[in-house]
């Protein structure tokens, strides 16, 4: 992957060619013409060098205002210091770049010998940012189509996270669970959406809270995929049967079953996969391959983002980071630093 970018030419360049180049890529805002965030009144004129603070800012308009803002100021990412603390913003954008190749924490503060504090805040600014802008952009995710053309693929499944001890009303330990539920539709990974549960709490050695339960499942289902003409393909989960106008619906046995041949108890192997042939509303067939492969490779994607972080369910670190990876997983294989800028963007119109 060729960015277009590196860290050498991010640490030699003059400051102004540095902001032309990031409010360029959609990292900075275009704060020429915008209306002033400080007073809302007046609109902020075009860079230029205010000696007296030795940078490039713009100026608002309006009279009662008149103040300076920099082209950073307001940003979900960079941020602001004073005295030691500063972090000048050329080593801000290199953290950046850092992160979003994937380049972990220790590793980036080590590489650009830089303060962890600056580097962390950088990761969680942007694992905010990123999480911000799945829960807007979310909403707007449909599957199939009104007209019946054409059937789709989805695949739905749930995961566990995270659990943490804690005492029932009856002073009891019970365990409580993280789990959430994932749609998406086959060839279009930004269609991925997450849900989270409320897994009923279990004994202290339970192996899991269980499959996702019937109302869960009835109220994801009836508001996302009811009439929309898919063919949906889940694990063998009872609540995943109910009934759908407009749904398809195929299983596979994710787990080996203990059935009784001939008066006697026989082990039956999983099936991961497994071939359907569908008869379609208008007396068609249709062959498919049902399994849940796509959503179980992203679930493998979250384990492996969320590895170091504390997994107590509720946790408002581990719900942003769950976000952050959802939003991995819907760019992967673009250009991850256009893909930044496009998500500071809508952010930045919010």
Known sequence: MT??????????????????????????????????????????????????????????????????????????????????????????????????????????????????????????????????????????????????????????DEVDVGKALEEDSDQKPKLRWEQWCGVVERGR????????????????????????????????????????????????????KLRLPGVMHCNVVHKKKRIIINKKAVWVKPHFTKVYKLKMPNKTTLKVKSGTQIIDRFWGHLRAYVKYTQRTPGNVILRRKIRAAQFTYWTKGQNAWKAAGNMLQYLFEM
């Not at 013409?33 to 800012?57: A, H, I, Y």
């Open 189 to 240: 990974p930004s269609s991925l959406r997450l849900f989270r549960l409320a897994p009923p709490l279990t004994a202290p050695r339970a192996p899991g809270p269980g499959p996702i339960r019937k109302r869960d499942w009835g109220d994801i289902g009836t508001k996302h995929l009811r009439d929309r003409h898919v063919v949906l393909h889940t694990d063998g989960a009872r609540a995943y």
């Open 3 to 156: 960015w277009g970018h590196s860290i050498q030419n991010f640490t030699a360049m003059p400051y102004k060619k540095l902001l032309h180049i990031l409010q360029r890529d959609g990292i900075l805002p275009k704060w020429t013409g915008q209306v002033c965030p400080r007073c809302g009144v007046g609109k902020l004129g075009k860079m230029k060098f205010v000696k007296t603070r030795k940078t490039w800012m713009h100026q608002c308009s309006s009279r009662g205002c008149k103040k300076y803002l920099q082209p950073d100021d307001y940003h979900p990412i960079f941020f602001r210091g004073a005295g030691s603390s500063v972090t000048p913003l050329y080593v801000q954008v290199c953290i950046l770049y850092a992160a979003l190749a994937g380049v972990s924490v220790n590793s980036a503060h080590l590489i650009l010998n830089t303060d962890h504090k600056a580097v962390e805040r950088v990761y969680t600014n942007l694992d905010a940012a990123r999480a911000r802008y799945v829960e807007h952009k979310e909403k707007s995710i449909s599957y199939g189509s009104t007209s019946g053309e054409l059937w789709r693929d989805v695949e739905a």
